[in-house]
């Protein structure tokens, strides 16, 4: 079993809309979870990180956890083309900071 | 002003050669990662320092020696490369080894073995 899993996509969205992208993870005792865009042949970038359950908002981004649901989510508003990128799930799941990694969700806005 | 640095970028060479990758990071940071990303994208930890002392040592062939000669340094050596080593290796760095800490990434070390 997977530890961190997303859905692959391609997600395609319309310029404007939402994109919805999903993470769920398998370490109950996981404290830390982050969201991470990668622009191929890019290096992951941090855009999100989150600790508690609930809802966390950055100005277009927002990353909702769930932990009874092992749920980790994040939701772009207003999407735009410049937001296509692969969005990586990453949990922290023990003391040293070992960061797991979804295979990511690719995103496509078309404008 | 580069936050974490890698070098070489690319790297090119053939099987059976031995290669180093540098990385240094001028965060302040305590702790150091390297990451092996496949062809599948699929990004994995390989090894993790803080203050200089091995902390994590994912199941990584022992042709894998990483080595860190103060906080802001983790190089990587590499001997003996097969044709499985190919993929984009990347250095990262956090404050502490505390598992809310974020990680930051360099920009990459992408070996091609011929």
């Known amino acids: 079993q997977k530890e961190v899993e997303q859905n692959s996509g391609p997600l395609s969205v319309p310029e404007g809309a939402i994109a919805s992208l999903n993470c769920t993870y398998s370490?109950?005792?996981?404290?830390?979870f982050f969201w991470y865009r990668q622009y191929s042949g890019k290096s992951p970038e941090l855009i999100m990180s989150i600790y508690s359950n609930g809802d966390k908002e950055d100005g277009r981004f927002t990353a909702q956890l769930n932990k009874a649901s092992q749920y980790v989510s994040l939701l772009i508003r207003d999407s735009q083309p410049s937001d296509s990128a692969t969005y990586l799930c990453a949990v922290s799941m023990e003391y040293g900071n070992k960061l797991v990694f979804g295979a990511g969700t690719i995103l496509r806005v078309k404008s | 002003d580069t936050a974490v640095s890698q070098t070489p970028k690319y790297l090119v060479t053939q099987m059976g050669n031995d290669k180093s990758i540098k990385c240094e990071q001028n965060l302040g940071h305590d702790t150091m990662y390297w990451y092996k990303q496949d062809s599948k994208k699929f990004l994995k930890i390989m090894f993790s320092y803080n203050n200089k002392e091995l902390i994590i040592n994912e199941t990584v062939p022992n042709r894998f020696s990483p080595k860190s000669p103060d906080k802001a340094h983790l190089n990587l050596h590499i001997n003996s490369l097969e044709l499985g080593d190919s993929a984009v290796y990347f250095c990262?760095?956090?404050?502490?080894?505390?598992?809310?800490?974020?990680?930051?990434f360099g920009d990459g070390t992408r070996l091609s073995i011929l």
């Open positions: 370490d109950r005792g996981s404290q830390s």
């Open positions: 990262a760095s956090s404050t502490g080894g505390e598992s809310n800490q974020p990680q930051h």
